[in-house]
């Protein structure tokens, strides 16, 4: 008969894993539940991210089904207090990742069963179907989604508040910053941003994420005693997070909450302002998606529970003043370098010149539709080919999408001109030599490639998409309908290709219009002075 799991010898290194992740957890329900008795029954489990948590009062009878062998033991936490009450947790031990799943998390994109066929004879027509069903969500967005903000009651002066005691200021203040994950994404960019600013401010930085995943960017945050990751995402359920919140505010003496596309934390926010109403909030939004309204749309109906909405573009500004009716705590702070900073070069795409070279940099999800890229740069090959230019392209970018844009990049007689690199290629010196980047995205907030682009004389190419028009001059801008994207494209570099005339013209615009958005408050500018006052105990 073979060995349950848990009787199997052990590895040295699994067992230190284990131990750490039993650390965890132990220290995680043992804040939540200080004066209880605990006992916390463990499982390995087959996912790599998820623990699968679940708590219930009193104890645990045990029955066969129990006893598989994933089972893994349990350790008992006393209170040392008498007539405690008695809580079980049931968690599972997520197993290590395999080598593929920490190269890629997600697994390969497939089409939707039904339009397999559809797919593979027509992948543009494919495409066409999936975006009439994105607009068709965009139109009913407003009906299936509440675009009001939740009301916010102040109490009655005839009960006052309890006297439940602030934070522990014996500790210095610390902010909580709330990731979506620790994943590749402009959102999760600005995220470590405000980790370094807030430890440049005095802060304490305790670190969360509201998505299970590898957290493959988790090194990333500074190697710094004032920095920590809480890993809620992978042993705590949402309904459990605004009490461990709570007393975790308490203990850390946390004055600033700032959310980064960080759900669980928006739902906290009603508990949090009834027992700790000491704390200040701030949230960074990006991108109005097309389905739900996205981060935007849940920001605004928190709204009358936050304190500043941080914004990166005019388009969000408007979007909260439209939409919610919100206006005097909503701040622009762009994701760019101070203007004094800036020196733009000259496009590298010159007129009549014998060779094109495009860029495509992006994650391979739906949202950078890298099937109606592939197409794109096969137009662009047949339009080289007619005048006589060498074409090269190079597609930079990690996903689900991968092995269909391979597929596809073979199927369309590619393979000879477009590379494709893995996400740590060399993104300033592919850009520096590349006359054209591709972005011909479902949706964007504004794009940060464009940015790194302008000022690498690389000239965009994006759909008329999220505050893409910001940046990009209305010529440059592509339709959203996929064949048309296709056609419009190529419309724009067979023109930049012959008119010098409007090369310039378009070098001038880009230049004008970077200018303009730099000249703008940056990230920085705006949310330093709300971590200063947090660091020093002041409300901003």
């Known amino acids: 008969m073979t060995a349950p799991a848990s009787a199997r010898p052990v590895a040295e290194t699994e067992i230190k894993r284990l131990e750490r992740e039993q650390a965890e957890i132990v220290s995680i329900y043992r804040r939540l539940f200080p004066d209880d008795d605990l006992e916390i029954v463990f499982w390995q489990c087959d996912s790599p991210v998820w623990s699968a948590p679940s708590v219930r009062d009193g104890r645990m009878t045990f029955h066969p089904h129990h006893l598989s062998p994933e089972y893994l033991g349990r350790l008992r936490l006393s209170s040392g207090q008498a007539g405690a009450r008695f809580r079980t947790i049931n968690i599972s031990i997520p197993r290590a990742p395999t080598p593929g799943e920490v190269r890629n998390a997600d697994a390969p994109w497939q089409p939707v069963r039904r339009l397999g066929p559809l797919f593979n004879a027509w992948p543009m027509a494919y495409e066409h179907i999936r975006y009439q069903a994105e607009m068709r969500r965009k ?20 009960l006052p508040p309890p006297d439940e005691g602030g934070p522990d200021t014996s500790r210095r203040p610390a902010i909580l910053i709330g990731f979506h994950w620790l ?4 959102a999760e960019k600005l995220a470590f941003d405000c980790v370094d600013w807030a430890l440049a401010a005095g802060l304490r930085v305790i670190v969360v994420a509201s998505v299970p995943s590898l957290q493959r960017l988790a090194d990333r945050l500074p190697d710094h005693p004032d920095v920590s990751f809480i890993r809620l995402d992978r042993y705590l359920a949402h309904d459990l997070w605004p009490q461990f919140i709570e007393r975790l505010a308490r203990a850390e003496n946390i004055r600033l909450i700032h959310v980064h596309h960080c759900v669980p934390l928006y739902a906290a926010l009603a508990h949090l302002r009834v027992t700790a109403p000491w704390l200040k909030v701030v949230d960074s939004t990006h991108i109005v998606e097309h389905p739900d309204g996205g981060y935007p749309r849940v920001s605004g109906v928190w709204s009358n529970y936050i304190d500043h909405h941080h914004v990166i573009s005019r388009e969000l500004v408007d979007y909260y003043r439209d939409v919610f009716h ?4 909503v701040v622009l702070g762009r994701m760019l370098p101070r203007a004094d900073q800036l020196e733009l070069p000259a496009l590298n795409m010159k007129p009549g010149q014998k060779q094109l070279r495009v860029a495509f940099i992006g994650r391979m999800y739906y949202q950078k539709r890298p099937v109606v890229m592939v197409e794109t740069l096969r137009a662009l090959a047949r339009w080289a080919g007619r005048n006589g230019i060498e074409f090269k392209a190079t597609v930079v970018g990690e996903g689900p999408f991968a092995d269909t844009v391979a597929g596809l990049v073979k199927r369309r007689g590619l393979a000879d001109q477009v590379t494709l690199e893995a996400a740590n290629a060399d993104i300033p010196g592919l850009l520096g030599n590349s006359d054209i980047l591709l972005l011909p995205s479902n949706n964007e907030g504004l794009a ?3 940015y790194e682009a302008i000022q690498h004389g690389c000239i965009p190419l994006s759909t008329d998409v999220g505050s893409q028009a910001e940046l990009v001059p209305p010529d440059l801008l592509l339709r959203l309908e996929p064949f048309g994207s296709v056609r419009d494209a190529v419309s724009a570099v067979d023109r930049l290709w012959r008119d010098p005339g409007f090369l310039a013209r378009q070098q001038t615009e880009l230049h004008e219009r970077f200018r303009h958005i730099a000249s703008d408050p940056t990230a920085e500018d705006i949310l330093m002075p709300i971590y200063r006052a947090a660091a020093e105990g002041e409300t901003a």
Not at 139 to 156: D, F, I
Not at 183 to 186: D, I, L, M, Q, R
Not at 326 to 329: A, D, I, N, P, R
């Open 139 to 158: 139109r009913l967005c407003r009906q299936r989604h509440s675009h009001q903000s939740l009301a916010r009651g102040a109490g009655s002066v005839a």
């Open 326 to 329: 919100v206006m005097h705590k």
């Open 183 to 186: 994943e590749v994404g402009g």
């Open 448 to 450: 940060l490639v464009c």
